[in-house]
């Protein structure tokens, strides 16, 4: 099946810093999707795409559909102690939905 | 409205033992599906369903069960459990199969 690769695995960064983390696969998909699980929680979707070169912000994020539809990039902009938790990124294709295996992100005050 | 409800959220189980976990939605998405969570795994999808009556396997189907009789419910049942069943599950519901999922808040399984 398709398998998406998410970097980093873990970022340890300081409050005010700015964050990058990203998702690739070998398979095209159609929609892209940024979920941010914090501690003890369920998932919430933060940001979707739907085509690509789309380039989309919600506050302090940004994320943008790569223009070969293999990719996707999450930015965080002035992080802040709550943005700690782990960020999944999901691409769907067909009705299938793919998750990576999470960018899990701690912010030191 | 209360999304999507899970119980138990913690469950210690003997090897062998069944189980089921509850999942109830009151969005009236047709669609509900379960995932496991494993640490560098990310989410992978047990089962699925996209309508009452209607279930399919995902991705790591093998030991668990499935049934969807109400729109409202999706239990996930473990027949004889076993140790790599120790994981988070986390039920999900959404309107169409690749819309915006809604989680529950997890259920912690550990097998012993």
């Known amino acids: 099946g398709q398998q998406l690769n998410q970097s980093p695995q873990s970022m340890f960064i300081q409050e005010g810093e700015d964050v990058s983390m990203n998702c690739t696969s070998s398979s095209i998909f159609n929609t892209w999707l940024w979920y941010k699980q914090d501690p003890g929680e369920g998932p919430v979707l933060l940001i979707a795409?739907?085509?690509?070169?789309e380039l989309t912000s919600n506050g302090r994020l940004t994320a943008q559909f790569g223009i070969t539809r293999k990719d996707s990039f999450l930015n965080i902009s002035a992080s802040i102690p709550s943005d700690v938790g782990i960020y999944f990124c999901a691409g769907v294709d067909n009705n299938d939905m793919r998750f990576g295996a999470g960018t899990r992100l701690t912010v030191k005050p | 409205n209360a999304g999507v409800t899970q119980t138990p959220k913690f469950q210690v189980l003997k090897t062998g033992q069944s189980m089921t976990l509850q999942c109830a939605q009151d969005m009236n998405h047709e669609y509900m599906s379960w995932y496991r969570q494993d640490p560098g795994m990310g989410l992978r999808l047990i089962h699925y369903?996209?309508?009452?009556?209607?279930?399919d396997q995902g991705e790591v189907p093998n030991g668990y069960n499935v049934s969807r009789s109400t729109t409202e419910d999706f239990p996930l049942r473990l027949l004889s459990a076993a140790p790599s069943q120790t994981s988070v599950y986390f039920c999900?519901?959404?309107?169409?199969?690749?819309?915006?999922?809604?989680f529950g808040e997890g259920s912690r399984l550990t097998v012993l």
């Open positions: 369903s996209v309508g009452a009556g209607i279930t």
């Open positions: 795409l739907y085509k690509a070169g």
């Open positions: 999900a519901s959404s309107y169409v199969r690749d819309g915006e999922l809604f």
